[in-house]
């Protein structure tokens, strides 16, 4: 039977009981990385989730190459069987209904680009036509530097969306999955009204490696991680991944049944 | 002679030029047994190397541009309020911790009219570098910016911006403070502004750090300065794993002033004093000034204009895609 070694403990669990356990580690509890399907399927109603916009897709308009072209990193990166690095639809979560993204980091690192920004400003549109509350699963690594100055805008187009959530009174509520770094950490991410973290999710603007470099200095080991962002006030609660659903269907209902 | 082309190339298009060589010389051999021709290869690999040469060139001009956005004799924050702004009274703190001298944002009179200014400043010598923190801002620069956002929101004073820093300090002490959040609130702040907000950039626009401050109706772009999502070097050792090609991750991030206003992202470039701002630093503010003005005035004339709104449309509709 096929193993897999934890990425924190190393210790060897059946690839069959890691999965039936979410991907988490039975030994240690590390939460490993899980799919936006995954996610989508551990967390919304079963077969309520309707995809939108996943015809929405990218192209190299920058002619942008480095070690390869953009062009040819987002044909590998569709081979994986995501189109983008969000998925967004509908969903009832409890019998609630919501407007739902997912990030995957498994798509170019979950990085935001044109297509990332566009597909949070559709759903946030759909939350407010239909008046449902806005929750996104964010991992991504940041901005993705192969669409230049227009990723940066989306950080700007992203806050703006949900600044329009927030001025119809709707809720917006943030659930932080390893890892969320640099540009996602610093638009809509972090303007939710609630936040909250998977335990072991890395949640920092510059990664350790820049700060390390900056500093000259080892950062120490739990540097961006949940229990020290909880200490210092960025986040507002720590939720494994199996009571996730149930801490949502609260938090729907207590802001949406008053 | 493919060799003494080959002498010039950037140490990064070496290796596959010297690949298309072995090509060549395996082909040469070919034809020494079989009569193939090797002429078109050679000619493929004449076009790739002019192809390397040219964008090496263009790579030197982009980083000429990257060099003169970090010239510390520019204009910086402070030059330009100095000569813009009457009767500037600058002010300090986020009323919860810290002043970051990073963020000057204070109040001055133009043409009459009061108005909000905020920009980083980085500073001329040591000991001012020092100071200013080479302009860059802790968390605490951002909410300092956000509360002199508040005031200006509260008494209708328009905010004019000014854009120099190489990004958000990434430290240990930013990202305990909640550096993320600090950016992210100061741009959903500026999105809430019903006043107009006028975004000059100076110098250099790095990152996340440059975009908490410029969220403007129009953004005007100093010739020389740079706007990018993150520096050359970053990018280079991210992307080429190597930070040493960092003239070539100018060139592709398109970072210069003409290469912003075609994606659309600036609305105009103000051209500098030949050889740039720091050969003239007293006309540089001047024509500054005389923009800032200009759309000032305009803007003022405008009564029906829904800055806010119009804030929102311009950056909701950024982004290049394919909608099938």
């Not at chain 1, 240690?28 to 967390?43: A, G, M, P, V």
């Not at chain 2, 630093?281 to 003005?293: D, H």
Request: with cysteine; glycine share 8%; proline share 3%.
């Amino acid at each position: 039977m096929a193993k897999i070694i934890c990425k924190n403990c190393k210790k060897e669990t059946d690839s069959e009981k890691f999965s039936a356990n979410l991907n988490v580690c039975p030994g240690c509890n590390f939460h490993d990385y899980l799919s936006s399907r995954e996610r989508i399927d551990l967390t919304a109603d079963s077969g309520s989730f309707i995809e939108l916009f996943s015809d929405i897709n990218s192209y190299d308009f920058l002619d942008f190459i480095d070690l390869k072209p953009y062009s040819e990193r987002i044909s590998e990166a569709r081979n994986s069987g995501l189109s983008e690095a969000i998925i967004t639809g509908t969903a009832q979560i409890g019998g609630y209904d919501t407007a739902l993204g997912v990030m995957d980091f498994n798509f170019l690192g979950g990085s935001m680009g044109s297509v990332v920004g566009e597909k949070i400003k559709r759903i946030a549109d759909v939350s407010l036509e239909k008046n449902i509350p806005l929750l996104i699963f964010s991992a991504s690594g940041g901005a993705r530097m192969q669409e230049g100055i227009i990723s940066l805008m989306q950080m700007a187009k992203t806050v703006s969306s949900i600044n329009r959530i927030h001025e119809a009174k709707i809720p917006y509520f943030c659930i932080i999955t390893n890892p969320t770094t640099g540009g996602v950490s610093a638009s809509f991410v972090t303007i939710a009204d609630i936040i909250l973290s998977e335990p072991d999710a890395l949640f920092c603007f510059a990664g350790p490696r820049v700060v390390e470099q900056t500093i000259k200095k080892r950062v120490p080991s739990d540097f961006g991680l949940a229990p020290r962002n909880l200490k210092n006030g960025q986040i507002d609660m720590i939720v494994e991944r199996k009571d996730i659903r149930e801490t949502l269907i609260s938090l729907l209902y207590l802001f949406t049944t008053n | 002679m493919e060799i003494e082309k080959l002498k010039n190339l950037p140490k990064s298009f070496l290796k596959e030029a010297m690949g298309f060589l072995f090509k060549i010389e395996k082909l040469r051999k070919i034809k020494n047994i079989s009569g193939i021709s090797f002429n078109e290869a050679e000619k493929k690999l004449t076009e790739k190397i002019d192809n390397y040469r040219r964008v090496e060139r263009e790579a030197l001009r982009t980083w000429k541009i990257v060099e003169l956005s970090r010239n510390e004799n520019r204009p910086q924050t402070s030059d330009y309020i100095k000569s813009i702004f009457k009767n500037f009274i600058a002010v300090s703190g986020d009323r919860l911790s810290h002043e970051d001298s990073s963020i000057i944002a204070g109040f001055g009179k133009l043409k009459g009219k009061t108005v909000a200014v905020i920009g980083h400043n980085k500073g001329k010598d040591l000991k001012q570098k020092i100071d200013f923190n080479f302009g860059s801002s802790m968390p605490q620069g951002y909410r300092k910016a956000v509360r002199v956002m508040d005031i200006a929101e509260k008494f209708g004073f328009p905010l004019i911006t000014f854009i120099d820093t190489p990004g958000a300090y990434p430290a240990l002490e930013a990202e305990d403070q909640g550096q993320a959040g600090a950016i992210s609130n100061c741009i959903l702040r500026m999105f809430e502004l019903n006043v107009p907000v006028i975004t000059v950039l100076i110098g250099e626009g790095g990152s996340g750090g440059a975009l908490a401050l410029a969220v403007g109706n129009y953004i005007l772009m100093l010739e020389n300065s740079t706007y990018s999502v993150i520096s050359p070097e970053g990018c280079a050792s991210i992307l080429w794993r190597d930070s040493s090609v960092a003239k070539l991750a100018a060139r592709a991030l398109k970072l210069t002033s003409r290469d912003l206003f075609k994606l659309g992202v600036v609305d105009k470039i103000i051209y500098e004093p030949l050889g740039g701002a720091q050969n003239n630093p007293e006309r540089m503010v001047k024509i500054v000034k005389g923009y800032v003005i200009s759309i000032l005035m305009r803007y003022l004339r405008s009564h029906n204009t829904d800055f806010r709104k119009n804030r929102a449309e311009k950056y909701e509709s950024i982004g290049f895609f394919i909608d099938r």
